[in-house]
């Protein structure tokens, strides 16, 4: 018998595809090594799919995760669930403070002179943390902050209120308040603690979903599987609201008093919180595991990581202003903070009128957040190709467009005047209407398209430039905003009667959004392909 040789050149291949034998094509670095990662998965995964049965139309529309990827999904989906979940517990629990208590006008003014230099001051914390703290690290001490404070407040601060607050009449009589925009500050400072805890949950509000998730997934995540992973995180995180605020209607708003329903609150927040930490931990355990085994497959587990500049904090924001890239991005994070904060302190206006007590505003709130989660996952579930399928243009001006149609009514009502209870009502319907769906819109279709904008950046771009746009773009939209309908409560003495010069701001914002968001579509797909090009010769 003749004895037949294998074939040499099978083994060349399989050596040259991902030994340590390979041509210097190898990635040298950990972000260079995150396509591997991807593509590696997506070849096994389509292998396995090909032996054994193709993936279903259905599992394709609903569910496109695949072998391995279901428990990396999972367990970031997870954080994605606990961060919203806190997120509108604390926000449903803000806004019951301060709007009972000192009015929806007092709102401009927090944003404005409280969250504002307290977002500014944690950007400029956390740019220095990032430069020696490693990414755990500087995700745990980000964190547990917040969550600590929320806990002290419920057991020390809010039982003691009466303490250390002065009384109203003290404080008017000190600042002289006869009405108007003294009274209201009047108001904040004889609520001092309500004011604070307002601060710190916008703060959280900002740095939670934008810093706390976003960023880790933009980290670990390739844009392969972003276009199928982000919109099923935002359903992840649109069944958080139902839960949170089915709790608050349900349960903390059934106690017997407002200082009985915050111990119900904040037992949630806390249990939130703890959850957030270790579905973290256990997930930046798999990235890891992934990242080692590509590295060591390529050949590149003694090569050391090569350790990026770091920036400072004017370097951080210069670098902002330098980049039209980014630039744009923080036009889309300014659109909705400013657009969202014209037409939200109108609309908490008139709910004071109509929920005057404490425990029925929260009821409501309660309800309307479970609204927004359910709102937000029939939209991803029938939506969930606008991104795939139409591109990420469409996905990115969909919000403003929804915006600019729905607040014709609500802006109508205003108008037309809310001095009797059935126009109020009315009023309230169209402007929960219009506050239900931008909400949603934003949850399901602006938040995965700006972070997918992130994802062809370099890991410079990613970290100090997206903490900056987050953070204080987030801020200075809100608090822009505030500012604004601020001068205009002065010059009219409240809000609602301003509304003229708010819808006219309004759709002023929307359109200067929508060119924005036209814009950057064309420099996304330019910077996709550059990076794929880039891969695809080395």
Not at 13 to 27: F, K, Y
Not at 272 to 279: E, H, K, L, Q, R
Not at 434 to 453: E, G, I, R, V, W
């Amino acid at each position: 018998m003749i004895r037949q040789r294998k074939p040499t050149p099978v083994r060349k291949a399989v050596e040259t595809r991902g030994g340590s034998d390979s041509q210097p094509t190898t990635p040298s670095t950990a972000q260079e090594v995150k396509p591997l990662i991807s593509e590696s998965k997506e070849e096994k995964v389509a292998k396995t799919v090909s032996k054994e049965h193709s993936p279903s139309k259905l599992r394709a529309a609903v569910f496109p995760v695949y072998g391995d990827e279901v428990s990396k999904f999972l367990l970031m989906g997870a954080i994605k669930f606990f961060v919203i979940m806190a997120l509108t517990l604390t926000r449903d629990t803000k806004d019951t403070l301060v709007v009972t208590q000192c009015g929806a006008e007092a709102i401009a003014f927090l944003k404005i002179y409280g969250v504002l230099p307290a977002a500014t001051g944690f950007i400029a914390l956390y740019s220095k943390m990032s430069s020696v703290l490693g990414k755990r690290t500087l995700f745990f001490t980000t964190c547990i902050p917040f969550f600590a404070f929320f806990l002290i407040f419920d057991m020390l601060i809010y039982p003691n209120r009466d303490i250390i607050q002065p009384s109203f009449e003290t404080v008017s009589k000190l600042l002289g308040a006869n009405g108007g925009a003294l009274e209201i500050l009047s108001k904040i400072f004889s609520n001092w603690t309500s004011a604070l805890y307002f601060v710190v949950a916008e703060l959280y509000s900002s740095v939670s979903v934008g810093i706390l998730f976003w960023q880790f997934a933009n980290d670990v995540v390739p844009i392969d599987q972003a276009k199928r992973f982000y919109p099923l995180f935002s359903q992840m995180g649109g069944l958080a609201p139902i839960v949170a605020g089915q709790y608050v209607a349900k349960f903390a708003s059934q106690a017997a008093d407002f200082g009985a329903s915050m111990h119900r609150l904040t037992y949630a927040i806390t249990f939130a919180g703890a959850m957030i930490c270790v579905f973290y931990h256990l997930s930046s355990n798999v990235a890891e595991k992934e990242m080692a085994i590509a590295a060591k497959a390529a050949g590149e587990s003694s090569v050391p990581k090569k350790k990026k500049s770091k920036m400072s904090m004017g370097e951080s924001i210069k670098f902002l202003a330098s980049s039209q890239y980014l630039r744009l991005i923080s036009m889309l994070v300014l659109g909705y903070g400013l657009s969202i904060n014209f037409t939200e302190i109108m609309w908490k206006s008139l709910l004071k009128r109509q929920y005057p007590d404490p425990l029925d505003y929260q009821r409501f709130i309660g309800n309307f957040s479970s609204a927004v989660g359910f709102a937000t996952c029939v939209v991803i579930l029938f939506g969930v190709h606008v991104i795939r399928v139409l591109g990420w243009k469409a996905g990115a001006m969909a919000t403003p467009g929804v915006m600019t149609i729905l607040a014709i009514p609500f802006f109508v009502c205003i108008l037309m005047g809310v001095d009797n209870p059935k126009r109020l009502s009315v009023a309230v319907a169209f402007g929960t209407a219009q506050s239900l769906l931008s909400k949603t819109a934003k949850y399901a279709l602006f938040d995965p398209t700006t972070q997918m904008a992130y994802i062809p950046l370099d890991e410079e771009s990613k970290v100090k430039g997206k903490a900056a746009i987050d953070v204080l773009g987030s801020r200075m939209g809100k608090s822009g905003g505030s500012l604004i309908q601020q001068g205009l409560v002065f010059l009219f003495g409240n809000i609602l009667n301003a509304s003229p010069a708010v819808a006219v701001l309004y759709y002023s914002v929307l359109f200067a959004w929508l060119s924005a968001a036209n814009t950057l579509s064309g420099l996304f797909i330019a910077k996709t392909e550059m990076n794929k090009a880039e891969k695809a010769s080395s």
